[in-house]
């Protein structure tokens, strides 16, 4: 057969010749066809003989379906080399046949072999292959090492799990067998399990245990090794030793030249989704790429896999990170970049801390072209998130990222950390949209008992009382899984969830009691500056505004010192404000500190009673927009509950946009505004 060069040529001698043909040519027919079915086949062959004519597509079929019959048939009386030859023959042109997909005016060998090997939904006819399990379930005791393997492979090939133990059997017989396995079926056994989910315990150990065992790993391939040490890290199966002794064997190599970029790629994305930490091996990788004189052969998710590697293992590279951006940035388009890869790689930029606003701007007018592809959660979560990490603003990648997600309904298959991640997105770079956040917020509470880390319920809460979202549902909804998770929560965490409740004002005792209070009392020296300012506005509330129990008096100094400390800006804006107050006759007192701690833009008398004068600009609203900050609406809720004075806000827009430079008009909207003169503004 490996002197035939054509799948026509195949089916011609084999049929011509099946009556002497044995069981073991029958399944090196089978191995050969997808050796010519992945290549592409000439319409007519040079210098054919005699009997190599062009077989039209009714002889191709019936001589096909002959010999198809005459293997399945004799497949019970098949040994082991015979079983496995044939299983991964047909294995292997099930997935060239689904990788190439439907192709007008293929071959007819290809249609027909389609017509055999699979449905019309392109996954392997059941039955077919339910009866090549069945058939070596019988015989598996028979089986050798690489027998075995590449039995356990064909199956995982092409994702065929009968849902019988066979598996489990295949894996019993090979821990007994784990010192006769060679390094590529060492390698294709472990790949097989993780690729079929089903990790098998005693299995990865015994194979494991076996590798470090090894002297030396020079008969371990590249590929070898990179498959060895994903399928670990796919199935979640932890084996410290073995990932050390794969790292050292690749750190012997003189240089990386004999790796081909995925098994570079998909190396450190296996040592960094296994949480195995190892510098050195990174270092020596990113190197090797960063010498590169070229890119070019790194495939879109070998480069997502490599930066998602570095940030996610904490390992600073920055020249690797410019050298990957850099090329990213000067590709035509980015049209093979999956929304995955995508994401991943501005959640890399973002998490590592690398700034590239080239690379955020490529990649967001790419994600906007592909809009109707991001219908994985994670995907459209990382990409909004690494955008307001990493402080690239894009609202219209984030509305029309939103409209699809709202539009698809698609927020139940949302995990919590992505419900946190993606309001948080919004509420960072501050885009609003309300129908996103509602959206969450009724996933959220429908699954509130899935959120088991504090720093995903903390963020959530701070996002909605950030963009002034008071969802009394959601807060309130919260309050028990938020306090049985009181212990774990980090400074900022504290900090974040306790402003949070003080913005939407719901009182919550059962969360904010003495335990509260000791874990800020334990954490106290790690409060940043801008935690202990939140905490300040924390105790307001409670003390003042709902009569309860504060912070203790050592803390609530340090908060109070910071939140008093900022030396505070005073905008042109404000000056022309306090200009026209001066003008209408009052005596406006500029930056007043009050009881509350609270600065005051300008206080004057109205009447007999103080008001407060707030100069609210554009950074005090929505993305510079109209809607308060929920930073914004505590401030005019404190002051006057607090303070016992009324607080006016002179918003930006209506002092620029409204009454322009016109002094009298600035004048006359002030004496309005404070109740100087009658307001007719409403009059019919």
């Known amino acids: 057969m490996k002197d035939l060069h054509s799948v026509e040529e195949v089916i011609l001698t084999a049929y011509e010749h099946r009556d002497v043909m044995s069981r073991r040519d029958f399944s090196a027919v089978w191995a050969r066809i997808p050796q010519l079915v992945s290549r592409r086949q000439p319409r007519h062959q040079p210098n054919p003989s005699s009997h190599e004519e062009l077989l039209s597509k009714d002889d191709t079929r019936r001589m096909l379906y002959k010999i198809f019959d005459d293997t399945t048939n004799a497949i019970e009386d098949c040994d082991m080399r015979e079983l496995t030859g044939t299983i991964l023959g047909m294995a292997k042109i099930v997935t060239i046949l689904r990788r190439q997909g439907n192709r007008k005016g293929e071959d007819s060998s290809r249609v027909i072999l389609r017509e055999l090997l699979l449905n019309k939904d392109i996954k392997p006819k059941v039955e077919l292959f339910q009866s090549f399990a069945n058939a070596s379930m019988i015989k598996l005791d028979q089986f050798d090492a690489r027998h075995l393997s590449n039995l356990a492979y064909a199956f995982a090939l092409i994702d065929f799990d009968d849902g019988s133990d066979l ?19 060492l390698s294709n056994m472990v790949w097989a399990y993780a690729t079929m989910n089903r990790p098998h315990a005693v299995l990865f150990e015994s194979i494991g245990d076996r590798i470090v065992a090894s002297k030396h790993l020079k008969e371990f391939r590249p590929q070898t090794l990179k498959d060895t040490v994903w ?84 390992v600073p590279h920055p020249a690797l990170f410019r050298k990957m951006a850099n090329h990213i940035v000067a590709l035509d388009r980015l049209v093979r970049f999956e929304p995955q890869a995508l994401s991943n ?185 801008a935690a202990l300012f939140q905490l300040h506005q924390w105790h307001l509330w409670q003390t003042k505004e709902n009569s309860n129990t504060g912070l203790p008096q050592d803390l609530l100094d340090s908060s109070y010192n910071v939140f008093t400390s900022e030396d505070p800006t005073v905008s042109k804006l404000q000056e022309d404000v306090v200009a026209q107050l001066s003008s209408i006759g009052l005596d406006p007192q500029e930056e007043v500190l009050m009881d509350s701690g609270y600065s005051i833009d300008a206080l004057v008398e109205v009447n007999g009673k103080k008001v407060g004068v707030e100069v609210d600009g554009p950074y005090h609203f929505i993305g510079k927009g109209t809607s308060p900050l929920g930073s914004t609406i505590l401030k005019r809720r404190q002051v006057p509950s607090i303070d016992g004075i009324e607080l006016v806000s002179v918003p930006y827009w209506e002092w620029n946009e409204l ?4 002094e009298v008009k600035r004048q006359d909207y002030l004496r309005k505004l404070l109740g100087l003169v009658e307001d007719n503004r409403n009059d019919t």
């Open 167 to 185: 598996f489990d059997h295949i894996a019993n017989e090979a821990v007994a067998k784990t010192n006769e396995f060679k390094p590529q079926e």
């Open 231 to 314: 399928a670990y890290a796919k199935a979640g199966v932890s084996h410290p030793k073995l990932f050390e002794k794969v790292a050292n064997h690749v750190m012997s190599y003189d240089s990386l030249d004999e790796f081909k970029p995925q098994e570079l790629s998909n190396t450190v994305w296996s040592y960094a989704k296994a949480g195995v930490r190892h510098p050195e091996l990174f270092e020596k990788v990113g190197n090797h790429i960063v010498e590169s004189n070229s890119l070019s052969r790194y495939e879109p998710q070998a480069c997502s896999n490599i930066v998602w590697a570095y940030a996610t293992s904490d």
């Open 345 to 529: 790689t501005l959640w890399a930029y973002a998490t590592a801390g690398v700034s590239h606003p080239k690379l955020f701007q490529k990649m967001a007018h790419a994600a906007l072209g592909k809009l109707d592809r991001f219908t994985h959660p994670q995907d459209f979560s990382n990409t909004v998130w690494a955008c307001a990490k990493a402080g690239f603003r894009h609202p219209k990648l984030f509305d029309k990222m939103a409209n699809q997600f709202v539009g698809l309904d698609s927020f139940h298959q949302f995990e919590p950390q992505a419900l946190s991640n993606t309001t948080w997105a919004f509420a960072t770079a501050q885009v609003s949209h309300l129908d996103l956040f509602e959206n969450v917020s009724t996933a959220a509470i429908q699954r509130k008992g899935e959120f088991n880390n504090p720093q995903h319920i903390a963020n959530l809460m701070w996002a909605y009382a950030t963009m002034g979202i008071v969802d009394k549902q959601l807060f309130s909804s919260f309050v028990p899984t938020a306090a049985k998770l009181m212990e774990s929560y980090n400074n900022q965490a504290l900090a974040n969830i306790a402003w949070a409740y003080a913005v939407a004002n719901v009182d919550a005792p059962t969360l904010f009691n003495d335990i509260f209070i000791n874990e800020c009392v334990e954490k106290k020296d790690g409060f940043e500056n």
């Open 659 to 662: 009454l322009g430079k016109d």
